[in-house]
């Protein structure tokens, strides 16, 4: 069975402060790993990775994965209150469409 | 807005009552996914709709029924639920099932069940 582990579960943080969030998967046939970001309700995509030790970066976000090691984070810099969110991780494995998700990290940045 | 819009947003059950959860997108998309998100637990995978067909069904209980009468248009019909089922259902949609990946969410439904 497909396994996402997030961590840490949440964490507290004052804006400008850098966090690193951690996923670590187990699946089967993996093809690409996804982060979302979950405000309110509706996840949002952010990045998705299929090569080990490529850099994606948007903005002030930015994600690495390691297929060998079986991880990826996602790094958040100079964090604003609007950074605040559940941020999901997903697998893509054996057939396309079948996306395991962690459990997410929940992420409160205080002004 | 995604372009996935989910109705009811909020939702009270009895556990004897008949409700319906639906969702649209007139994104051009041809996939559309139900998902269960319970508090402090992965989203789970309910349902798979692809060109109107049902690919996937999670092994999910009878008592969640979905309907997709055309590509643009989910349904899920709830009865009998259990207070456990209260959650939040998140739909979403997909050019195709191959770039599931690619999905957009709705803001989802919060299910209330007593």
């Known amino acids: 069975e497909d396994k996402v582990v997030q961590s840490p579960l949440s964490l507290v943080v004052h804006e400008g402060d850098t966090v690193t969030l951690n996923c670590s998967y187990e699946?089967?046939?993996?093809?690409?790993l996804l982060w979302y970001k979950q405000e309110k309700k509706a996840p949002t995509f952010l990045f998705m990775l299929?090569?080990?030790?490529i850099e994606k970066k948007s903005g002030r976000l930015s994600s690495i994965l390691d297929k060998k090691e079986l991880f990826s984070i996602l790094n958040i810099t100079a964090t604003q209150t609007g950074d605040s969110a559940v941020y999901l991780c997903a697998v893509g494995g054996l057939g396309d469409y079948k996306l395991s998700f962690g459990a997410g990290t929940t992420v409160t940045v205080r002004a | 807005e995604t372009g996935v819009t989910q109705t009811p947003r909020h939702l009270v059950m009895g556990m004897t009552n008949k409700k319906s959860l639906k969702c649209e997108q007139h994104?051009?998309?041809?996939?559309m996914y139900w998902y269960k998100q319970s508090a402090k637990k992965p989203l789970e995978l309910m349902f798979v709709?692809?060109?109107?067909?049902?690919?996937e069904n999670n092994s999910v209980p009878s008592r969640f029924s979905p309907e997709c009468p055309n590509s643009s248009h989910l349904f899920l019909h709830l009865h009998t639920l259990q207070p456990e089922d209260s959650a939040l259902y998140l739909c979403a949609s997909s050019p195709f099932l191959s770039r599931a990946k690619e999905a957009f969410f709705g803001q989802g439904t919060r299910l209330t069940v007593v």
């Open positions: 299929t090569s080990s030790g």
């Open positions: 709709y692809s060109l109107e067909e049902r690919v």
């Open positions: 994104l051009g998309h041809n996939a």
């Open positions: 699946v089967t046939n993996f093809r690409s």
